[in-house]
Every structure is written in structure tokens, then in C-alpha cells.
């Protein structure tokens, strides 16, 4: 079968499923699994192996699961990171909790990434700064599987120290009141918005790493408080945070004694950061 003809194919499936570009999903999934432009060599006829792995991903993302968990990575800070059901899938707009770690750490810095998920962020600026190290917590040992295999694979294993717990709790005690900065991008669905959620979010991503036991409100109280302990004097902490959440998360971290605090867009214009700094 040559390239357009499966191309041709899988698309047919996906916009049964309802995708809104079905043909440029089907030609850049055949592209990630290391076939051949769809359009370019749409005459090259596909080696067997490659056609049925394409068939039976193309099957897979009909059935709505996201592009990410079928082809087995994302791509984030220009890293591939690795990522599976059972782990959120990085976010664009998360990038910028990277470049305000990297803008806020001085020289020599310990950084933290609560809630890492598949090591994202963490890696992210481990591989932009080699003189920054990097402890990363998550509550999901599946997360944390995948965030290991990820820093093996990005060969940051002796700047990037995985933890198993929630928030800061799973940190080492020697490391308190260590951390300059403090990346974080928790759960903050509000467990009535999932019916709005895409399926392949709804559906697909891991319940844990979407709603937070308890509510938003609490773990960003949580967050904050933990903060004025953990961080260095001095120390900054940065959340990403969800739609119309900024005032009430600025308000938790100044209720929590952090200084400096002030709530910053994404390249969208969307209120999606919120930072604030340990009093010295």
C-alpha cells in the first residue's frame, strides 16, 4: 500500500471520529512513526511493519486516545519527553513556567517541580542551565516511571533527582529551606468541568494529574504555606494556574506571607502564571 492511499485511509477514520484536520493528523502520524511525507512521497509504498504500526495507531487516535499517548512522546522546550496513559501530556503554555525558573534561579541555584508529572518542566531546565540543579516530586509512580526513563534518556541523571510524595513532602529534609525556585503545575479542574473536557482529555489523562483531591483552593493553600518553609529567603515560587484562578491563587500566596506576588499572561494573553517571593 503506498503512503497516500494509507494516508487516505486512516484519515477516513478520523474524520468518522469527528477530528477537525483529519488529513494533517493522519500525515504527521505517519510522519512520527518515521514514515514518509504523505505528500511529498505520496507514491513510496509503505514496508509492511511500518503500515500495520500505522494502521493500528490510526485506529488508536479514531478511538480519541491523544496524539501524544499514540505516537509516545511530546515535544517540549525542544525536548521529546515520553509520555503514556497514566501521565498528563506537557502543555505549550507550560513552557512558560521554564523560562521564569530559568529568569529567577541565579547562579548555582537548587530548583523543585512539584506535581512533575513526566519530568517536563524539570528537564526542561536541567537541559537550558547546566549549572542548576533539580529535585522533582510527584505523587503518581507511574508519572515518576516515565519521568525516570526520561531523564536516562535525556542524560540528566546527575542534575535531576526524582521524589515519590505529595508536594513537599516527598523532599528530602536536608534540602529545607534550600530551593531558590519553585516550579509548579498542579491539578485545577474543578471536578464539574471535566463534562466540558475534550474526550481525549476527559477521557484519556490520568483524573489524578486534572482534579485535586479536596479542590484547587486547598492544594494551592497547600503549595503556598509550604513555600515559606521549603524555599530560601529570597526564594521565588511560580504556579501555573487555571482560567480565572489568578486573583484567588495571588491572594492565597500573599495570605501565606510570600511577598512580591503578581500574576503574569501566557503568550495567548491569558492570566496563566502566578508568582511570589520568600521574604529575606
Known sequence: M??????????????????????????QLLSSLGGPDGILRADEVLEEGLLQRYLTAGRRRARREPFAYVVGYREFWGLDIAVGPGVLIPRPETEGLVERALALAPDGARVVDLCTGSGAVALAVASSRADLGVDATDISTRALDVAARNVATLGLASRVRLHAGDLWGALPARTHGHYLVCTCNPPYVEA??????????RDWEPRLALVPPGGWLRLYTRLARGAMSW?????????????????????ILCGAGLCDVRQERDLSGQPRYVRGRRPT
Open 2 to 27: 503506498t503512503a497516500a492511499v494509507a494516508v487516505a485511509l486512516v484519515a477516513k477514520g478520523l474524520a468518522e471520529a469527528g477530528l477537525e484536520q483529519p488529513r494533517r493528523e493522519a500525515r
Open 192 to 201: 464539574r468541568e471535566l463534562g466540558t473536557l475534550e474526550p481525549e482529555v
Open 231 to 251: 524555599l530560601a529567603p529570597g526564594g521565588w515560587l511560580v504556579a501555573e494556574v487555571g482560567a480565572r484562578q489568578g486573583d484567588a491563587v495571588a491572594g
